[in-house]
């Protein structure tokens, strides 16, 4: 059984960094690319980056570029989200996804519970 658990989220003020964690188990890691994508209250859920399997390829959302880096370990099946400058539109709740394709394309094959990331003014 896939599990996708986030890890590292809380409430931060503007300009803060938060790292994100998602470890994931019943998968082969390193044969999924990995995303992560956030949602906020009455919005639907977006893009925010995503990693190719071995991380040598990464995109991240306009919106969050030069303050968003995605990275992972695949010896430790983790794959992370630093955030910093954040702002408070970044408020939202964040998904790890995993992609069986790879990336590019990214498809979600599995989603993570989330975690909630709250920045306040």
């Known amino acids: 059984q896939v599990q996708l658990v986030e890890s590292g989220g809380g409430l931060v003020q503007a300009g803060d960094s938060l790292r994100l964690s998602c470890a994931a188990s019943?998968?082969?890691?390193?044969?999924?690319?990995m995303g992560w994508f956030r949602q906020a209250p009455g919005k639907e859920r977006e893009f925010v980056a995503v990693?190719?399997?071995?991380?040598?390829?990464?995109s991240v959302a306009v919106s969050v570029k030069g303050r968003f880096t995605i990275s992972r370990d695949n010896a430790k099946n983790t794959v992370y989200l630093q955030m910093n400058s954040l702002k408070p539109e970044d408020t939202a709740v964040y998904y790890c996804?995993?992609?069986?394709?790879?990336?590019?394309?990214?498809?979600?094959?599995?989603w993570g519970q989330g975690t909630q990331v709250t920045v306040s003014s």
């Open positions: 996804a995993a992609g069986r394709n790879g990336f590019p394309p990214f498809v979600t094959n599995y």
């Open positions: 019943g998968l082969t890691f390193s044969n999924y690319g």
């Open positions: 990693i190719s399997r071995s991380g040598g390829s990464t």
